[in-house]
């Protein structure tokens, strides 16, 4: 079962891509601004974070929030698909990405923030979309990877990085489980305040690996809760090659209800995920066949859309091919940035009271301010 949403817009992008090719107007460039001599100039991005990591490197991690507004500097020459990062020492603008200001928040201010940050959109600029990483994944690249889905899908709502404590290490596969689990109730109040905001359109869940299985317990739990559409603000839950247990999967899916959006990139050729069952003894989500029988069985009556990226795996791993192949990652873009009939022409306007979630304590009603101006440069700028 393919959704056909998403695949006629990974066919409509490789058209695209063809037709530029015979024109010869075809560029690996992502758009990230001109300037006036015509040469690509490096774009910046504003990533609001909520994080359970610890503050200080010593730190323990014990599944409490920090919030931040980052700036995220995309190269002038990025290619869509990929993700440069600096091999060792500082990165470098011209050719990295790299955090260039970093504005710390409480709790209040961090909602206050986001709303302000959504005031004035119209239709589903005004949706929010939430990205969870994986396992083995550092702070800064879960911060890089969000810019960079960001620009490459070309997302024009409101873009939120819920990041867990993951070690970042390829032996901390059991730490990183321990670290998502103690941080799914964060999630569960990052995403009640993100649909209790003055006009905000759709919340959408991007998650990858454990983080999948981290959002989908998350989404659980708010369903528990009595919100399992987030009070009609829920939007796609699009989980790529998750490591979730597919009988732990029925269950998160059940509890959500048969109106839930949910869609899921598997590859049968994931080693990561092969890895992962082979020491779990079950079968992995991100691995499912869904064109064999048994594939089939696991995921009847749960109406979830299964996306196969076999074909199209990048890399020795093939992990990561939900963000590493354009057409890929402008398909999630074109799906969750698809406008809604219904709210076409319906405008965020700052100062309405939101709905106060269930968990308390109650948040404080968001009041207009300011968005935060980020902090001068966290590196060098050449």
């Given at each position: 079962m393919?959704?056909?949403g998403f695949?006629?817009?990974?066919?409509?992008g490789?058209?695209?891509?063809?037709?530029?090719?015979?024109?010869?107007?075809?560029?690996?460039?992502?758009?990230?601004?001109l300037?006036?001599?015509?040469?690509?100039?490096?774009?910046?991005?504003?990533?609001?974070?909520?994080?359970?990591?610890?503050?200080?490197?010593?730190?323990?991690?014990d599944?409490?929030?920090?919030?931040?507004?980052?700036?995220?500097?995309?190269?002038?020459n990025?290619?869509?698909?990929?993700l440069?990062m600096?091999?060792?020492?500082?990165?470098?603008?011209?050719?990295?990405?790299?955090?260039v200001?970093r504005?710390?928040?409480?709790?209040?201010s961090?909602?206050?923030?986001?709303?302000?940050h959504?005031?004035?959109?119209?239709?589903?600029?005004?949706?929010?979309?939430?990205?969870?990483?994986g396992?083995?994944?550092?702070?800064d690249?879960a911060?890089?990877?969000?810019?960079?889905?960001?620009?490459?899908?070309?997302?024009?709502?409101?873009?939120?990085?819920?990041?867990?404590?993951s070690?970042?290490?390829?032996?901390?596969?059991?730490?990183?489980?321990?670290?998502?689990?103690?941080?799914?109730?964060?999630m569960?109040?990052?995403?009640?305040?993100?649909a209790?905001?003055?006009?905000?359109g759709?919340?959408?869940?991007?998650?990858?690996?454990?983080?999948?299985?981290?959002?989908?317990?998350?989404?659980?739990?708010?369903?528990?809760?009595?919100?399992p559409?987030?009070?009609?603000?829920l939007?796609?839950?699009?989980l790529?090659a998750?490591?979730i247990?597919?009988?732990?999967?029925?269950?998160?899916?059940e509890?959500l209800?048969?109106n839930?959006?949910?869609?899921?990139?598997?590859?049968?050729?994931?080693?990561?995920l092969?890895?992962?069952?082979?020491l779990?003894?079950?079968?992995?989500?991100?691995?499912i066949?869904?064109?064999?029988?048994?594939?089939?069985?696991?995921l009847?009556?749960?109406?979830?859309?299964?996306?196969?990226?076999?074909?199209?795996?990048?890399?020795?791993?093939?992990?990561?091919?939900?963000?590493?192949?354009?057409?890929?990652i402008?398909?999630i873009?074109?799906?969750?940035?698809?406008?809604?009939?219904?709210?076409?022409?319906?405008?965020?306007?700052?100062g309405?009271?939101?709905?106060?979630?269930t968990?308390?304590?109650a948040?404080?009603?968001?009041v207009?301010?300011p968005?935060p101006?980020?902090?001068?440069?966290?590196?060098a700028?050449?």
């Amino acid at each position: 079962m393919v959704r056909s949403g998403f695949e006629g817009a990974l066919r409509a992008g490789a058209l695209l891509i063809a037709a530029a090719s015979l024109s010869g107007c075809v560029s690996a460039v992502a758009s990230v601004g001109l300037g006036s001599d015509g040469a690509p100039q490096a774009r910046n991005v504003q990533i609001f974070v909520d994080s359970t990591r610890p503050l200080k490197a010593d730190g323990v991690a014990d599944g409490s929030a920090h919030y931040s507004l980052a700036t995220v500097s995309v190269p002038p020459n990025h290619e869509a698909g990929g993700l440069e990062m600096a091999s060792f020492g500082s990165p470098d603008r011209a050719s990295d990405f790299a955090v260039v200001g970093r504005r710390g928040l409480d709790a209040d201010s961090f909602r206050n923030a986001v709303a302000t940050h959504l005031s004035g959109r119209v239709g589903s600029n005004r949706d929010v979309l939430v990205f969870v990483h994986g396992f083995n994944t550092g702070f800064d690249e879960a911060r890089f990877r969000l810019a960079q889905i960001v620009t490459d899908g070309g997302f024009n709502g409101v873009p939120v990085l819920f990041t867990w404590p993951s070690k970042g290490s390829l032996f901390g596969y059991g730490s990183d489980r321990e670290a998502a689990t103690a941080s799914r109730d964060a999630m569960e109040h990052l995403l009640l305040d993100l649909a209790a905001l003055p006009d905000v359109g759709r919340v959408h869940v991007l998650a990858h690996s454990m983080g999948a299985w981290l959002a989908m317990e998350a989404l659980r739990e708010v369903a528990i809760a009595g919100h399992p559409d987030l009070d009609g603000h829920l939007g796609d839950i699009i989980l790529a090659a998750p490591d979730i247990d597919q009988g732990v999967f029925r269950q998160q899916v059940e509890r959500l209800g048969p109106n839930a959006h949910v869609s899921v990139f598997a590859a049968t050729n994931d080693r990561a995920l092969g890895l992962s069952g082979f020491l779990a003894e079950r079968p992995r989500l991100g691995a499912i066949d869904a064109s064999s029988p048994e594939g089939r069985a696991a995921l009847e009556g749960l109406g979830v859309h299964v996306i196969d990226l076999t074909r199209d795996s990048v890399g020795f791993i093939g992990h990561a091919t939900y963000a590493s192949v354009p057409e890929v990652i402008r398909g999630i873009g074109a799906e969750i940035g698809a406008s809604r009939a219904a709210d076409r022409n319906r405008q965020a306007v700052l100062g309405g009271e939101p709905d106060a979630p269930t968990f308390e304590p109650a948040p404080a009603p968001v009041v207009a301010t300011p968005l935060p101006v980020p902090q001068a440069p966290a590196i060098a700028v050449p």
